[in-house]
Antibody, heavy 117, light 110 residues
Framework: EVQMVQSGAEVKKPGESLKISCRSS????????IGWVRQMPGKGLEWMGV????????RYSPSFQGQVTISADKSINTAYLQWSSLKASDTAIYYC??????????WGQGTLVTVSS | QSALTQPRSVSESPGQSVTISCTGT?????????VSWYQHHPGKAPKLMIY???KRPSGVPDRFSGSKSGNTASLTISGLQAEDEADYYC??????????FGGGTKLTVL
């Protein structure tokens, strides 16, 4: 059974750094792209970017390029989303999802990130 | 890379049909037969309902169907049931492994 399990909720202050994770199981982690999707409070889903764990090739939405870093460690089947300096506007639920050709067929449960002073 | 355009909300009675549109451009929806649709209940993970414009994953009822014409894709739900009430998002491949989501449509089953 394919599973994507994300790290737990985080509460951070503006300016702090953060790295959240998404651990996959049940398939060959290195052969599927993993995407990250943001949902701000009361808003819709936004595509942030993807990574191919096999070679760490990554692509970003222009809206998120330079704002976050997507990485992966295929030795532990885990993808990451990180910020170097959080802003209040980063408060959102973040989902990881497996990209199967051009669809997201398996999703993590979401990680709530709250940034508040 | 602008978000795809969806109606903010639609509503219909149980047993009826509803269609949700998703309009993109010739660089995304119009250029690829890689439109997918997701059902999202608040607090849960999104669920894939349609992929490659009109294909249904195993386990998704055949009440859900998809189509595309030009730069606009559509999701049709027939025989509406109370549990279909949710937010629905379209998503299109936009080249070089990138994707773009629609703004989402809130479906209310009256």
């Amino acid at each position: 059974e394919v599973q994507m399990v994300q790290s737990g909720a985080e509460v951070k202050k503006p300016g702090e750094s953060l790295k959240i994770s998404c651990r996959s199981s049940g398939y060959n982690f290195g052969t599927y792209w993993i995407g990250w999707v943001r949902q701000m409070p009361g808003k819709g889903l936004e595509w942030m970017g993807v990574i191919y764990p096999g070679d760490s090739d990554s692509r970003y939405s222009p809206s998120f390029q330079g704002q976050v870093t997507i990485s992966a460690d295929k030795s532990i089947n885990t993808a990451y989303l990180q910020w170097s300096s959080l802003k209040a506007s980063d408060t959102a639920i973040y989902y990881c999802a497996r990209q199967n050709v051009a669809r997201y067929d398996q999703w993590g449960q979401g990680t709530l990130v709250t940034v508040s002073s | 890379q602008s978000a795809l355009t969806q109606p903010r909300s639609v509503s219909e009675s149980p047993g009826q049909s509803v269609t949700i549109s998703c309009t993109g451009t010739s660089s995304d929806v119009g250029d690829y037969n890689y439109v997918s649709w997701y059902q999202h209940h608040p607090g849960k993970a999104p669920k894939l309902m349609i992929y490659d414009v009109s294909k249904r994953p195993s386990g998704v009822p055949d009440r859900f169907s998809g189509s595309k014409s030009g730069n606009t894709a559509s999701l049709t739900i027939s025989g509406l049931q109370a549990e279909d009430e949710a937010d629905y998002y379209c998503c299109s491949f936009a080249g070089t492994y990138t994707s773009v989501f629609g703004g989402g449509t809130k479906l209310t089953v009256l």
